[in-house]
């Protein structure tokens, strides 16, 4: 009986233990263009499968941006550390002709009521990561940046919406965190039942 109790905890264990790809996190029954880098493509690994590295974060958020013609990036500055704090414009390609304009009528319908914004898109500011030691933010930026990106069908919500995207608020906390867990963890053995 010990044996079989042994046994089964080993297995579950080694079950347990199971990688999971980037579909985990994706909605379902969603295609997405096969031209725009997943982040494992870029980053060299899944999400999730280690913790995300500042440096390994911006690689991934520039490969998109140069990929897809729904994002911009700008770098806004740099940290105490000198890594940079990054924005990404997320709409459609329309919008992203006319962002100009969308921001003078947003300005201008904070000063003013009367100012019609019903043809206006939204704005959305999406913010990750902003303490050091909680890095599932900026991981979880690759997945939602990448469904930005790549999922088709999804015209009516860009055209709607401009998205201020801000895949780390706290870099180097980021950073410091993501090589302290990555150099302490424990790998999984494969275990042969």
């Known amino acids: 009986m010990k044996k079989l109790i042994l046994l089964f905890l080993l297995l579950s264990i080694s079950l347990s233990a199971q990688k999971v790809d980037l579909s985990y996190y994706l909605p379902k029954n969603v295609t997405y263009n096969k031209s725009i880098p997943t982040p494992k493509e870029i980053i060299g690994h899944e999400v999730g499968e280690w913790h995300i590295t500042h440096d390994k974060l911006v690689e ?3 490969a998109l941006a140069a990929s897809s013609d729904r994002i911009s990036i700008e770098t806004r500055g740099t940290t105490y550390e000198g890594r940079p704090l990054l924005l990404l414009t997320i709409t ?14 947003h300005i201008n319908a ?3 009521a009367s100012v019609d914004i019903s043809k206006n898109p939204i704005v959305v500011y999406q913010g990750f990561s902003i ?3 909680e890095p599932s933010g900026s991981n979880a930026a690759l997945a939602v940046a ?8 999804i015209e009516d919500l860009l055209s709607n919406t401009v ?3 801000d895949p780390s608020f706290n870099p180097d906390g ?11 963890k424990r790998k999984n053995q494969s275990l042969s039942v």
């Open 146 to 153: 990448y469904y930005l990106a790549a999922a088709e069908n």
């Open 131 to 133: 303490h050091g030691n």
């Open 174 to 184: 980021l950073q410091r965190f993501a090589y302290w867990a990555n150099t302490n």
């Open 60 to 62: 991934y958020m520039k």
């Open 92 to 105: 459609s390609p329309e919008n992203h002709k006319n962002l100009a304009e969308i921001r003078q009528i």
């Open 110 to 112: 904070t000063d003013d």
């Open 163 to 165: 998205i201020l995207f």
